[in-house]
């Protein structure tokens, strides 16, 4: 993988302009709406929240729901892929390539437990903590190396039932306060391609 990362970024055939104009954002998440509302979601949350801003749709393709949009002369390409949480990186990994998009340019939204709900944390790198989606993703891009940004679900379960957490429903006052949750998440996914990945940690991490 690392190998089709260097060829893209050496390919004379992909303008240069072009390919520093296009980013990835991938939202982990369950399909169907027995997951919709489920904490292990968010990914997929915020990802409905910048299609809704942009006023664009998902459209069913392989091994994802895909939208685009554009915004101040970038191209943001929103997948959601439907190869279940454990299975994501089978998806990252397809479209990547798919649409010849460098490491600098995915990010990946996913839900976080060691973070209070609605936290923001971006990083450029890290382990995946535990995190089965993240896992896969790692395996199949063979690197550690890209975007991610977590979204804090906090950890208020006891113990062994960290399961039932995670695919468990957002509560009342989490549901209170997740339109601004969301609306800030889609505002810090945008600066991430406008701004910049460190002028967006600095401005949105720990919000």
Known sequence: MLAFFGKILNNKKIEK??????FLIVGLG???PKYEETRHNIGFKVLDQL????NVSFETVKLADRAEFKFKGRIF???????FMNLSGKAVNYWVQKEKISPDNLM?????LNLSFGTIRIKTKGSDGGHNGLKDIQAQLN?????RFRFGISDQFSKGNQIDYVLGEWDEEERKQ???RLKISAKAIKSFGTAGINNTMNEFNGK
């Open 17 to 22: 302009t072009d390919s520093m104009k296009k």
């Open 77 to 83: 390409v929103l997948i959601k892929p439907s190869t």
């Open 51 to 54: 299609a809704e801003e942009e």
């Open 108 to 112: 990946i939204v996913t839900d976080d």
């Open 178 to 180: 997740m339109p601004e």
């Open 30 to 32: 369950n399909i169907g």
């Open 143 to 147: 690197t550690s190396k890209y975007n």
